[in-house]
């Protein structure tokens, strides 16, 4: 299989420049670079799926450099619905800082900023040496752009691309580079570099995009949407990460394990075949959270991750490191208690209904607290009792979890 048919089978390709791209990626030999502005001080899931384009790229004889775009950071890239805010100059040099760092330990190649080649440009030249060449009806016709122009769109954000077209054409210039990748929401940014480049130097150069991974709503892994899972462990754990992959939707699963993991097609239609005989066994959903978390956190931290669950599916809460146990069960309903009655603690909190329905519950054995059954309603909730002297955790039946933190 040559590298554009592996990339094509993964779900990897959405558009191309031109045909004769196809013959250069399975040649290799190109330099291309693929980028992100530092919005955050960490990367996402959602880069993970985009920068692992450079591993499979270098594989096959091309050479990546990594771009973080501070230049582009402090202008905001157009999102096609409202203008962005400003961000401020101190984090975006911040956020560099850590992306740098992070992208280098995951994926080790060269890291250029747009920002050290913007900085100096003054204002006439920028507009002779790259307005004057991309016409203002061909920037309208950018999708992202033309949805914006409904809210509102300043001349800030619309320069955007111009920017991001003077780095392609500054990279071809200075480091041969003759490809630029990136997800399918940059194509008319790319687009207008390759239209910048052909018209001041009649070179030809090449964009590819891939699509953005989402979930069978079609929602991205990115923070904007608000479910951000971050490659920083200090900001989501290894548990955390491992948890929100082993439940992957059963219709995407596989094509994550295609698309973010280096597993050989027959590897993954080996595992599909499994799923598809038992899924509830969550094979391939395993297999995916191991891949990833091995790559991003290591083998240690994999392991941690699976014995926590093991634990945590076994009711043995003592024995889960606090911070571990708060970061799994960050997503369950949580409440606070003075403590007191147990009974007055499962009614309070909604637990349970009523005492009555509190005393069948314990009664019949459907409630345990930090992973031992509720004996009988005389408990009493207290320090004493807590983890760590604050937190306790109750369990309604096989699955319902809720986290309490004593006051």
Not at 48 to 63: C, K, M, N, P
Not at 361 to 387: H, M, R, Y
């Amino acid at each position: 299989m040559t590298l554009y048919e592996d990339l094509k089978w993964r779900g990897l390709i959405q558009d191309i420049s031109s045909p004769d791209l196809i013959d250069k990626l399975n040649a290799g030999g190109m330099t291309f670079y693929i980028g992100t502005d530092p919005t955050a001080d960490s990367l996402h899931l959602g880069h993970y799926s985009s920068f692992l384009i450079t591993r499979r790229l270098a594989a096959a004889g091309h050479t990546p450099l990594l771009l973080v775009g501070m230049a582009t950071a402090l202008i905001g890239d157009p999102r096609g619905t409202v203008e962005r805010k400003l961000s401020d100059k101190d984090e975006v040099f911040h956020n560099y800082g850590c992306l740098k760092t992070q992208l280098q330990k995951i994926f080790p190649y060269e890291v250029v900023n747009n920002y050290d080649w913007v900085k100096d440009l003054n204002i006439i030249d920028f507009f002779r040496d790259y307005g004057k060449y991309i016409n203002v009806g061909y920037m309208l016709s950018k999708d992202l752009i033309r949805r914006q122009m409904e809210s509102g769109i300043s001349y800030a954000e619309f320069s955007y691309m111009l920017i991001q077209g003077l780095d392609f054409k500054y990279l071809h210039e200075t480091r041969g580079v003759d490809l630029q990748v990136a997800g399918s929401d940059q194509w008319g940014n790319i687009t207008t570099g390759i239209e910048l480049i052909r018209k001041t130097t009649g070179d030809e150069v090449y964009a590819m995009t891939m699509p953005l991974v989402t979930d069978s709503h079609g929602n991205k892994f990115g923070k904007s949407e608000g479910n951000a899972v971050w490659l920083d462990k200090n900001k989501t754990s290894s548990y955390e990460l491992y948890q929100f992959l082993l439940n992957s939707e059963d219709s995407m699963v596989i094509e994550y394990l295609k698309r973010l993991t280096f597993l050989s097609k027959e590897e993954i239609e080996a595992i599909e075949a499994e799923h598809k005989a038992a899924p509830e066994k969550r094979i391939a959903q395993k297999k995916l959270a191991e891949e990833i978390l091995r790559d991003l956190h290591g083998e240690g931290a994999y392991e941690s991750a699976v014995h926590i669950s093991e634990l945590l599916f076994a009711g043995k809460i003592r024995e889960i490191p606090t911070k571990d146990l708060l970061a799994g069960l960050k997503d369950v309903p949580h409440f606070e208690t003075a403590g007191g009655a147990v009974m007055d603690v499962l009614v309070g909190a909604g637990i349970c209904s009523s005492k009555r329905e509190a005393r069948e519950f314990i009664s019949n054995g459907s409630l345990t607290l930090n992973g031992e059954p509720i004996a009988n309603i005389d408990v009493q909730i207290n320090e004493e009792i807590a983890l760590g002297g604050k937190y306790i955790v109750i369990r309604r039946g096989k699955k319902k979890y809720y986290l309490g933190e004593l006051k």
